[in-house]
């Protein structure tokens, strides 16, 4: 699923589809393509292992994350 975000473009909205999809694809300027527009809600999802590495690092460097955190 290719995702992209909406832009004003004068009194329209775009969305762009990179050089590397159509490629993919196989389009060319002046193709037709349906799409499936609808609103998609999304997080960045931090890898397990960096979270735990993180987790650790706050537990054990909390003094310095709370005075980072006011200053």
């Not at 004003?8 to 159509?22: F, R």
């Not at 650790?56 to 200053?71: F, G, I, Q």
Request: cysteine-free.
């Amino acid at each position: 699923m290719l995702m992209q975000k909406v832009r004003k473009s004068g009194n329209s909205y775009v969305v762009t589809i990179p050089k590397d999809e159509m490629e993919r694809q196989g389009l060319h300027e002046g193709d037709v393509v349906a799409l499936d527009v609808r609103k998609v809600e999304y997080r960045v999802q931090m890898d397990p292992d960096v979270r735990a590495a993180f987790e650790r690092s706050v537990k054990m460097r909390k003094e310095d994350y709370d005075y980072l955190a006011t200053n």
